[in-house]
C-alpha cells in the first residue's frame, strides 16, 4: 500500500451555513466546487465540508492540537459549546457539534 496522506470529509445540509462555522474554527475555506469547502491542514492532510443532506450529522473528524485549553478558550470566545472533555495517559480531548451534529474531535497527544 501506498497510501501518502488522508483527506477527511464532513457532510453538512447547507454548505454555505456550515462554512460559516468551520471558518471560525479552521479560518477561510477555499471552495474548489459550489457545494465543497476545503481547508489544507499545516501538517498535510485536508478537511472538506461538502453538502449532503442524507449524510448530515453522521460525519466524525479528529483535529490534532498543540495546546487544547488554548483551543478550548478560542471555541467558548466564539460561542461554541464544549459537549464533552476527557483525558487520559495518552491524550485529553475536547468534542464539539456542528449545526447538523457532526462531531468534531480537538485532541492533545500527551
Avoid at 474554527?25 to 449532503?52: H, K, T, Y
Wanted: aromatic share 4%.
Amino acid at each position: 500500500m501506498s497510501i501518502v496522506n488522508a483527506l477527511a470529509g464532513i457532510a453538512v445540509k447547507d454548505i454555505d451555513a456550515a462554512v460559516v462555522w468551520y471558518e471560525q474554527i479552521l479560518g477561510p475555506a477555499s471552495r474548489p466546487m459550489d457545494e465543497v469547502a476545503e481547508w489544507q491542514l499545516p501538517n498535510g492532510g485536508c478537511l472538506q465540508v461538502f453538502e449532503d443532506g442524507n449524510r448530515a450529522g453522521l460525519s466524525s473528524v479528529t483535529l490534532v492540537v498543540e495546546d487544547l485549553d488554548r483551543e478550548i478558550a478560542g471555541l467558548v470566545s466564539k460561542g461554541i459549546r464544549i459537549d464533552e472533555k476527557s483525558q487520559s495517559e495518552m491524550v485529553d480531548v475536547a468534542i464539539v457539534q456542528d449545526h447538523d451534529g457532526n462531531q468534531v474531535v480537538f485532541a492533545h497527544a500527551k
